[in-house]
């Protein structure tokens, strides 16, 4: 086999690109690539490590042997290595060998744009391409309107391994996927589905948070294609994809991005800036821009090359403050003499920017936990540029209020109202994600008080809030039936479940909220503003009910919203109301398909009576521990 020609797929322009952070394309420059040279098919190689002193290509096809074919460093300072191999093809693996500058080291590394990588614990790279011929026109045509901030978000967050086993313990494939996880998310009525991270990770145990191969689809499920195929086959359903992506932090991993080049090449030299400590990981050098480059071209590769439709950025918090978990002494202020960090909100902001003006009708979300401003402003507007981010007080603050007893939420109601007076500073998505049912915080289900009865009219009831409170919403596999046990990324959820009327009860009453939710628009046209929410009733501590009304555009879609936190029914309970219309029920969390006990009035006709501030009343039938909901 002939050693490296020289080659290139660089120009000058894509050279100042790359040094000046601007180069948003590289994986289509830097890689391994099949190509044609003189005639000959083979592979040309690119890498990025400025400190070294030679950098080889190692693989099945010189038996891993050091030296053989050595790339050629560029003549431009750009520290970008490159060459054509002949003879090299579809499925080699390989890895670069680097000597470097720095103490001599030697470093054996993936490609960091590998497309695809072998399974772990295996960690060598493979020269992969396709040719996959989409077949979802339909939804990226018409994507703009379905997957924009004035439309439906009720998003199933799934973790790919864990959400059902074949043969007891076998993950289903991205085909098998395709058809039984896309099925059932359009059965349920979900709009979106969120992946937690399906970029390479060598580690089970880190739910895919700790990322070696950021361009690669995991081979633990099938291959690059085979992971389109299901994106498609989410598309061909009116599905939105949401993807995790995390560039807050990466692994010490050998074969990963750590200490690449023999230097601090992709994390930031500084230990009280590059190193985590919560994550035992390290964290991008966010000031230097080919670090930029890479990371903002990570996120535009998932949405062209696999037509995602959203990207959740996965610890943004972490990523905004120098003393983020840390102690005094263990971070240094910046310029300014406070704890942002610059460079950090820097980098999102350009990162946002280009996202949006690269793609129609995608959104980025943040998950975001502190009272950072303007995390969903526009960056001309001094903000970060986000389309939503979690609203992580108002999940704390819910699940700490419901799995009080009943008996003393009275005094707690607060908690729930308080939610209103900071709803609409930002677009909120609101979760109940998977850090929600591990590390012993228990199940949904059994967070919730009383016998087994109560348990499930409390669960039935909290997503019936949920969803009828501004803003998008987001719930974690299991939940939607009612999920007994812990989540455990090792084992399928527990599907027998469902066989019993209590969780085939809850998974109804969530399906019935998804349709409840895509078809009246008072419930997302104005669900990030504040002329989608009115108060009727917010401190009926006496009943331990509140009540509010959800607007849309047009005033005949309005919906009225009552929930009784306790369990004791209220008969005659009179809740005043704008209009002399009658009442239409669109949803009861006790109905008795639910296994509820059936309470509560289908239709009501309102009285001029004045109450909490409105000209007519009714009188209501409230249900134990339900949501009521009036068209």
Known sequence: MSKVVPHSFFTDFDIDLFKGGKHFRLYNKLGSHLTEVDGKKGTYFAVWAPTAKSVSVVGDFNHWTVGEHELCVRWDSSGIWEGFIPGVDKGTKYKYKIHSNNNDIWTEKADPFARYCEQ??????????????????????SRETKNSLDSPFSVYEVHLGSWKKKNGWESLSYLEMAEQLADYVEEMGFTHVEFMPVMEYPYDPSWGYQITGYFAPTSRFGKPEDFKVLVEAMHKRGIGVIMDWVPSHFPEDAHGLGFFDGSHLYEHPDRRRGYHPDWKSLIFNYGRNEVRAFLISNAIFWLEQYHVDALRVDAVASMLYLDYSREDGEWEPNMYGNNENLEALSFLREMNQEVYASFKGVQTIAEESTAFSGVTKPVNYGGLGFGMKWMMGWMHDTLEFFKKDPVHRSYDLNMISFSLTYAFTENFMLPFSHDEVVYGKQSLLYRMPGDEWQKFANLRMLFGYMFTHPGGNLLFMGGEFGQSSEWNFQESLDWHLTQYDFHSGIQEAVKD?????????????????????????????????????????????????????????????????????????????DDTKYSGSGMGKKTMKPTKTPWNGQQQSVLVTLPPLSVVVYK
């Open 120 to 141: 772990p614990p295996q960690t060598a790279s493979l020269v992969w391409e396709d040719d996959y011929k989409w077949k979802d026109n339909d939804w990226m045509a």
């Open 513 to 589: 909220l998804n349709k409840m939710y895509k078809n009246n628009p008072a419930l997302y046209e104005k669900q990030f503003s504040p002329e989608g929410f009115q108060w009727i009733e917010y401190n009926d501590r006496e009943n331990t009910v509140i009540s509010y009304i959800r607007k849309g555009n047009d005033p005949k879609d309005d919906l009225i919203v009552i929930c009784n936190f306790t369990p004791v029914p209220r008969e005659n309970y009179r809740l005043g109301v704008p209009k002399t219309t009658t009442l239409k029920q669109v949803f009861n969390s």
